[in-house]
């Protein structure tokens, strides 16, 4: 009764647009973070049009030998450590790509773009 089923021949592909959700998604349910920055990340000097795809705070560039590169800006709490914010990001992201779309991650570089006050913070 136990079958066994041979792989067909072919290759399974991740649209840029579904590592960017599963970014963006991991990305808001950090602690710390209020939401991604409005701003959408441009290639760096010298890089034009890289493979990948960006969103509004997020850059995802898709890299030769099948690796990703994030950029991520976010808008963080108040409350938050920035350092451990960014150092949990880093992780958390890397993380679920490797693990929800077997994507290798090269790097992912977060910055904190904003820290935004209500303005009770700022009352003695």
Not at 18 to 41: C, D, E, F, K, N
Not at 91 to 113: K, Q, W
Not at 121 to 124: I, M, Q, R, Y
């Given at each position: 009764?136990?079958?066994?089923?041979?792989?067909?021949?072919?290759?399974?592909?991740?649209?840029?647009?579904?590592?960017?959700?599963?970014?963006?998604?991991?990305?808001?349910?950090?602690?710390?973070?209020?939401?991604?920055?409005?701003?959408?990340?441009?290639?760096?000097?010298?890089?034009?049009?890289?493979?990948?795809?960006?969103?509004?705070?997020?850059?995802?560039?898709?890299?030769?030998?099948?690796?990703?590169?994030?950029?991520?800006?976010?808008?963080?709490?108040?409350?938050?450590?920035?350092?451990?914010?960014?150092?949990?990001?880093?992780?958390?992201?890397?993380?679920?790509?490797?693990?929800?779309?077997?994507?290798?991650?090269?790097?992912?570089?977060?910055?904190?773009?904003?820290?935004?006050?209500?303005g009770s913070?700022?009352?003695?």
């Open positions: 009764m136990d079958e066994q089923y041979e792989m067909p021949p072919g290759e399974v592909i991740i649209a840029p647009g579904v590592l960017v959700t599963i970014v963006a998604m991991t990305a808001q349910a950090q602690r710390g973070v209020l939401r991604l920055s409005p701003r959408t990340p441009s290639p760096g000097l010298g890089r034009i049009r890289p493979r990948g795809a960006t969103a509004e705070g997020l850059r995802i560039d898709l890299l030769d030998d099948g690796s990703v590169a994030v950029e991520v800006h976010v808008i963080a709490d108040p409350s938050a450590r920035l350092q451990d914010l960014g150092k949990v990001l880093q992780s958390e992201i890397a993380r679920a790509l490797e693990h929800m779309a077997g994507t290798p991650v090269e790097a992912v570089n977060v910055f904190i773009d904003e820290v935004e006050f209500d913070e700022l009352k003695s």
